[in-house]
Structure formats: structure tokens, C-alpha cells
């Protein structure tokens, strides 16, 4: 027993495993952040797991999708090859004595990767037959596409390897028979000898057979030495390669072909990642940790010189006018451009809107409807879009005539945008039939895919690639990935200006849209729309006030002078929806430069602008409207918004709540405080007015969809069928009582 385990501890595959942990671990944490990534433990909320576990091409999960990534998880595990090879090879000496040294050396370093691609496998099997309800036969061929790739890489790698080798025996090896020449030619050095030598007895051959590193020792270490050299040059060429691949990927990535799955594109990134840290240890060695310093150094003086730009921007938006005419970001010009007598001006315009939507619903007193959506990426986009849709076929179209106002964050904008695109096609006789299920499924398609292969093959590796949109020339990011996906999945109808409808809304015939997002430079919201809203921006208490709070900002007059209304409506929607990290904060043209971030972090429902726009125009609302309905579409439970945690359960929790209490209970917070602002309404709307609320409620509650930018087909059914939880159905037909109560006495008064 005690010979039996001597062995396989002292068997290279066992001792190259010990060592990674012993040595330079940070390479471990590329490993562990994949499997934290594909069991949901690490960035669920953005859906990462369902880049590995159900890659799309060409907005499919299908056999190429796996074949592709298949091959990039092969190049990421030849690349953990290659970059320990280069690290860890001098503790190996006899390796370089060996015929196809790479080759032997992988086969000996295989225990982390093998282990990683069975679980892999496992999980990747698991959620597509649990949660893309993939048959049995299909999963097997998707199986079979990611083997097939990892193959191909396989063999396309040694084949070179193999070449490599081969030449490099024939010159040197082929030369050198007499081990006692080589001492003749070259002294005994001390500086020969490694002192972390790996104590391994044995290791596997290139034909899958046990060798004893004995058999080796004849060959002086400076020989060896210089084989393992010229390998190392080789693979770090193989890296470099890597890194072109995915520089073309990112410069085609508009070509569908070229558009490989997200998780594809990621591993490349990755390997590319950790090529650079190994080459970092393997040529600074102990002076890594200040060059790792001086590159950081460097990387904050090209931003300081605006070489590049981690920010996005708005396209259609002119960024290039003269300097001196971008607006000036301050209290000053904000009160000096959104003054009393604007604040009223625009109530009048708004007024005259509404008169307008009045005069075509054909009613005295027309119900009148106000949205507001919530965020929640995807899931909120496509629960908003299915609510809308549900309700306004229920009631014959009567839901988009009766709504003025539709507001909101994050996904529950797109939803509500694309809703409200299709209809005013309809009504343009640019499509036949609004209620198509195709419209349903638009909007639940990936979209988080082309943000992350953005990210690693443009964002991070060429952030200076150029495009003209709108007339104007613009860098291309992962915002302007996701704005593209967007206009291909909703068959271009979000593919406008935001003034193309500004006529339509001012006409009466659809609702206005107010677009909202957060500037994080002092946290006041940017609104915008179509029509002036300078009555959004501050409380109506402050109009006597000497120096009033201001707490929005009015971006098509604000930024007057930069051709406002032919900003690209996705960018407007983007903006609204910047989920940190995911999308880039977005920098508009002003001095000094608005940044934006997602509507949520301000108010991710939406009842702080319905609520104010209310307000301001209930005077109106009172003589010329019937019942005014508020109606909130949200993904989250009103009663249930956050998890009760116990801050006791754990010495981490005590530590971590406190600081993060903010950032997990934000939603909760905005929640409850929207409560104490809905106790108000009723009183000055004089009884006449009645919030509705549309929740998604999950079959499971503890299998809720996730908040991010893909949705798996369990999660599309589970959003589909909360229209039918009874709390929902209660609070639908309230709504169609009163709009069909309105029809009916239209209908009376007509006779």
C-alpha cells in the first residue's frame, strides 16, 4: 500500500496538480470563476451561466452554437496549458527531452481540465433539459457539437505542436547522442540546477504510456533548457494568434456568421486574460507585481488623455459641435433654462396634447390611463409587453387609446416602447395584425449575448473602432451591440429617432413616452420625450421659491443645440436601462460631461414621474377626463418586493449587511416609500382615480425568472402564464370594467 501511494504521489499528473495550488495560484481563479459562473454563484443576476449552458448562433441553441463554443473552451484550456507550460516547465527539465514536449506535458496537466469539462457537461445536460425543456436526443446532439469542437481545437493544436517539435529535434537532439560531449561542450553551472524541482518519478508518454523520468537524466539541463525555449516562443505565438482571432471576430461582429455565442467569446477574452498574466510572471518574474502597477499606471493616463473611453455614448446625439456651445451642467444654467414661465408653458402645451387625445377617443369624459413599468431586464420586458398585450386585445384596442402617459425603467421601457411601436404601425397601416404571437416572442429574445461578446471582442480588445450613425461618427461598444439586437429582434420597428413620433404623440393618437435614466454625476433624472416637460423637473412648491431644488433635467431642451430629437430611440432606451457593468454609463455632450446610468437607481417603477405628471396636470384631468387609472406593471410582488434576511445567522452577514444594506434593499426602499406617495393622489384627483397593479407572480416562488438579459423557454412560459394568477385576473377585469363602462355609455350617447 504504502509503495502504491509513493507512486501515485510521485506521478507528474498528481504532482503538476499539487503544484498549481502551491504556485502562482492566481491561474486557479480562472478555473473557479467558470464553475462559480456555470453552477449560478457568480453574476446569476446578469444570466452568465446561460452563455455556457445554452450558447445561441444565429438566436438558436443548436449544434453549431455548441460546436463553437466547444472549440473556445479547447483554446481556453490549451491556453492554461501553454501559460503554466511557460511558468512551471523549468521545475521539469526532462521535459524538454521528450519528443512532442507540449503534447506531453498537457497530457500530464489534464487532471483540473478533465475534471472541469465533466462538470461541465453535467450542468450544461442538467439546465438544458430542466430549463430549456430540450429533448433527450437534441441534448445529445448539442453534446455531441461541443465534443466535436473541442476535438477539432485539439487536434488542430498538436498538429502544430507536433511540427514544432519535430524540426526543432531534428536540429538540435539529432546532433547530440553523447551525453559526455554536451558536458565537454558545456560546464557544470550551479545556475543549472532548479531548486523547486518537481519530485515526480513517473509521468504518461505521448502514446498514453508510463515513463520513468530516469530515462532522462543524461541529457544536460542547458540542452533541455533550450528546448523548452523554443516552445515557449512557439505558444506564446499561439496566444497572440487568439488574440487576433477575436480582434477580427470584433470588427465583422455586425455579420451574423461571423457573431459567435457570447460564451465563446468570453473564453477567448479569458485565454487572451491569461496569456498576459503568464507572460507577465514568466518575464518580470519578481518584479511582476510593479509592473502589474505600471501598467495600471498607463492604462489611467491613456484615459486622462482620452485615448480611449470606458463610457458610451447616445447615438444620433451631436457630440461634435463647436467648443463653447456644448450647455453648461450646472445650478446656474439649469435655473436660468427652466424657469416659472416655462414650467407653465409647458403644462399648456400638455394640455393641449391632451385635448387633442380627447377629441379621438370621441368621449366626454374619456377614462384616462397612465403606465408605469418597472425594471428588471428581460423579465420585465417581456411580463410588461404580455400584459399590455393581454389586456389591450381584451378590450379591443381601448388600453392604447385611453393611455397618455407611459413611464418607467430599465426592460419594462423596451417592452412598453416595442408595444407601443407595434400599435402606432398598426395604425399607420404598416402591419396587419398587432396581436401576433411573433411580437411576443420578438421580445423574448437573447439580448445579453451580443452585450458580452461586445464586451470581449470590441470593448476590451479595440475600443477605437468607428461607425456613423445618424450622420454623426461614434465608437462602437457593447451599448451599440445591444442597441443593434434590439432593432433585429423587434424587426426594426424600434429602428427610429425618438422624433419620429413626436407629431403622433402630439397629435393625440399615441401616448407620450417619457424615457428616464439616472445622472450619476449629482442623481437628478434626465427625462426624455418628445414633448417639453420642464413641469417634470421640480415640485410645483418650489415655483416661489428664490433658489428651488431641481431635480430632473429636460434633455430635449437642455440639449437643444445638439439635434436632440434624432437620437436613435434605442439609445434612449439603453440609457433607462444601463444595469451597471453590463452596459457602459453613457456620457452625453455638456460641459462637464453628463453621465447616465440605469432609471432604477433613481426609481425603478416609474411612479415618481406618472405621479408628478398627475399632479401637475390634474387640474385638466378633473374637467375633461373620466376615472384616471394609474396602472403599475411590475416584476416584483408590491407586498413581498425583498427576501427577509437574518443578520444574525452568520459572523459575514453581520459584517456585510450594514454596508451593503443600500444596494440590496434599494428596490424594497422604493417600494415602500412609492406607498406613502400613492396615499396622496386620490385626495387631489377628487376621488376620481384608482391605481391597478399587474404583478409577476411565479409558479414557484422560490424559481423566480432571473433579472437579467436572457431568459431561458421555463422562464418565458412562467412569465406567459402569471397573467392568469388570480390577484392578476382581479385587477383586469377592474380594468376592463371601466374602460368598457366608458364604451358602453359612448355607445348610448351615440344612439
Not at 437628478?524 to 413641469?535: D, E, F, G, M, S
Amino acid at each position: 500500500m504504502k509503495r502504491a501511494l509513493g507512486a501515485i504521489y510521485y506521478f507528474l499528473p498528481t504532482q503538476l496538480f499539487f503544484l498549481h495550488f502551491r504556485k502562482y495560484q492566481l491561474l486557479l481563479v480562472f478555473w473557479l470563476v467558470l464553475i462559480l459562473i456555470i453552477n449560478g454563484s457568480f453574476a446569476a443576476h446578469f444570466g452568465a451561466s446561460s452563455l455556457f449552458l445554452a450558447p445561441e448562433y444565429f438566436g438558436e441553441i443548436n449544434f453549431v452554437s455548441m460546436f463553437l463554443l466547444g472549440c473556445a473552451m479547447c483554446v481556453f484550456m490549451m491556453t492554461w496549458h501553454i501559460t503554466t507550460f511557460i511558468i512551471h516547465s523549468k521545475r521539469i527539465p526532462y521535459m524538454g527531452a521528450t519528443r512532442h514536449a507540449f503534447l506531453v506535458y498537457s497530457i500530464n496537466n489534464s487532471i483540473i481540465p478533465l475534471t472541469f469539462l465533466l462538470y461541465y457537461s453535467v450542468y450544461a445536460i442538467h439546465y438544458q433539459w430542466n430549463d430549456e425543456h430540450t429533448s433527450v436526443s437534441r441534448i445529445a446532439l448539442l453534446q455531441l457539437g461541443f465534443y466535436l469542437g473541442f476535438l477539432l481545437i485539439v487536434l488542430i493544436s498538436f498538429a502544430y505542436f507536433f511540427r514544432v517539435s519535430r524540426d526543432f529535434f531534428k536540429m538540435v537532439l539529432s546532433k547530440v547522442t553523447n551525453p559526455a560531449i554536451i558536458r565537454g561542450i558545456i560546464p557544470y553551472d550551479e545556475m543549472d540546477q532548479e531548486k523547486d524541482m518537481l519530485p515526480a518519478h513517473s509521468f504518461i508518454s505521448g502514446r498514453l504510456r508510463i515513463k520513468e523520468s530516469i530515462d532522462f537524466e543524461h541529457y544536460h539541463p542547458r540542452v533541455m533548457q533550450a528546448v523548452l525555449i523554443r516552445h515557449h516562443r512557439n505558444v506564446i505565438f499561439a496566444t497572440v494568434v487568439a488574440y487576433i482571432l477575436l480582434l477580427i471576430l470584433g470588427i465583422f461582429m455586425e455579420r451574423p456568421l461571423l457573431r459567435v455565442p457570447a460564451g465563446a467569446g468570453f473564453l477567448l477574452l479569458v485565454s487572451i486574460v491569461m496569456g498576459v498574466v503568464g507572460a507577465f510572471k514568466y518575464f518580470l518574474k519578481s518584479w511582476q507585481a510593479i509592473g502589474w502597477v505600471v501598467l495600471a499606471l498607463l492604462l489611467g493616463i491613456m484615459v486622462k488623455l482620452q485615448w480611449f473611453d470606458l463610457r458610451s455614448i447616445a447615438y444620433g446625439l451631436n457630440y461634435h459641435t463647436p467648443a463653447g456651445t456644448q450647455p453648461a451642467y450646472n445650478y446656474r444654467s439649469l435655473r436660468r433654462l427652466f424657469t416659472n414661465q416655462r414650467y407653465w408653458d409647458d403644462i399648456k402645451t400638455e394640455e393641449g396634447r391632451l385635448k387633442n387625445w380627447k377629441t379621438k377617443t370621441g368621449e366626454n369624459k374619456p377614462p384616462l390611463v397612465v403606465v408605469s413599468v418597472s425594471g428588471g431586464g428581460s423579465r420585465s420586458a417581456y411580463w410588461t409587453f404580455r400584459a399590455l398585450q393581454y389586456i389591450d386585445s381584451a378590450s379591443n384596442g381601448r388600453l392604447f387609446q385611453h393611455t397618455v402617459l407611459i413611464t418607467g425603467a430599465s426592460g419594462g421601457m423596451i417592452g412598453a416602447a416595442y408595444w407601443r411601436a407595434i400599435h402606432d404601425a398598426h395604425q399607420r397601416g404598416k402591419i396587419k395584425e398587432p396581436y401576433a404571437t411573433r411580437y411576443q416572442d420578438n421580445v423574448g429574445k437573447d439580448l445579453l449575448n451580443s452585450i458580452i461578446f461586445s464586451l470581449a471582442s470590441v470593448d476590451l480588445i479595440s475600443p477605437f473602432n468607428k461607425i456613423s450613425v445618424a450622420g454623426y461618427s461614434y465608437t462602437r461598444d457593447r451599448g451599440f451591440a445591444m442597441e443593434q439586437e434590439i432593432i433585429r429582434n423587434t424587426e426594426g420597428l424600434l429602428d427610429q429617432k425618438i422624433g419620429f413620433y413626436r407629431q403622433r404623440e402630439k397629435d393625440g393618437y399615441i401616448p407620450q413616452m417619457v424615457i428616464s435614466g439616472t445622472i450619476v454625476n449629482d442623481g437628478r433624472k434626465l427625462l426624455i420625450a418628445n414633448q417639453p416637460v420642464t413641469y417634470l423637473t421640480r415640485a410645483r412648491y418650489t415655483l416661489k421659491d428664490y433658489a428651488p431644488p431641481i431635480d430632473g433635467v429636460d434633455f430635449a431642451q437642455f440639449f437643444a443645440g445638439q439635434d436632440p430629437y434624432n437620437l436613435r430611440m434605442t439609445s434612449a432606451l439603453r440609457m433607462n436601462a444601463s444595469f451597471p457593468y453590463v452596459l457602459p454609463v453613457v456620457k452625453l455632450p455638456s460641459i462637464p460631461r453628463m453621465n447616465i446610468m440605469d432609471a432604477g437607481l433613481r426609481d425603478n417603477y416609474g411612479c415618481e414621474v406618472a405621479g408628478r405628471y398627475v399632479f401637475s396636470l390634474h387640474d385638466w384631468i378633473a374637467a375633461n377626463a373620466g376615472e384616471t387609472i394609474f396602472l403599475e406593471i411590475r416584476d416584483t410582488r408590491e407586498n413581498d418586493v425583498s427576501n427577509i434576511s437574518d443578520q444574525s445567522s452568520s459572523l459575514p452577514n453581520m459584517l456585510a449587511d450594514p454596508l451593503f444594506v443600500v444596494q440590496t434593499k434599494w428596490e424594497a426602499f422604493q417600494s415602500y416609500a412609492h406607498g406613502y406617495a400613492k396615499d396622496y393622489t386620490s385626495a387631489f384627483m377628487s376621488g376620481k382615480f384608482r391605481y391597478i397593479t399587474l404583478e409577476y407572480v411565479p409558479k414557484e416562488s422560490k424559481k423566480v425568472a432571473a433579472l437579467n438579459f436572457h431568459l431561458t423557454q421555463k422562464e418565458k412560459e412562467d412569465l406567459y402564464q402569471s397573467i392568469e394568477n388570480p390577484d392578476n385576473k382581479a385587477a383586469i377585469d377592474t380594468l376592463l370594467s371601466v374602460l368598457k363602462t366608458a364604451e358602453i355609455q359612448i355607445n348610448n350617447t351615440e344612439k
